[in-house]
């Protein structure tokens, strides 16, 4: 079992920049895969970047080029790095693991909001 903390949303202007971090109760290394997804009013959750305990990415689309997901081991603790943030990034962004199992675990998100 794991919990996840997500910190580091705000509001943040066009074209700005946020680091969000999610903190783990525990050791990270054998969390089979780490993930960022966000969710916006109205829509389903998407699954924005993806980290597995090789240190495998991947990304949607919409945020390649612009988001970095990247996870520190030593600290227990995943980041995603925005930049060129665009209105439609505004969401709730939630932290994702899964365990051997699989078990799946959940954040309680924070919001990122983009003003135009």
């Known amino acids: 079992q794991v919990q996840l903390v997500e910190s580091g949303g705000g509001l943040v202007q066009a074209g700005g920049s946020l680091r969000l971090s999610c903190a783990a109760s525990?050791?990270?290394?054998?969390?089979?895969?780490m993930a960022w997804y966000r969710q916006a009013p109205g829509k389903q959750r998407e699954l924005v970047a993806g980290?597995?305990?090789?240190?495998?990415?991947n990304y949607i689309d919409s945020v390649k080029g612009r988001f970095t997901i990247s996870r520190d081991n030593a600290k227990n603790t995943v980041y995603l790095q925005m930049n060129s943030l665009k209105p439609d990034d505004t969401a709730v962004y939630y932290c994702?693991?899964?365990?051997?199992?699989?078990?799946?675990?959940w954040g309680p998100g924070t919001q990122v909001t983009v003003s135009s």
């Open positions: 994702n693991a899964v365990l051997p199992g699989p078990f799946t675990f």
């Open positions: 525990r050791s990270i290394i054998s969390i089979t895969s």
């Open positions: 980290i597995t305990s090789g240190g495998r990415t």
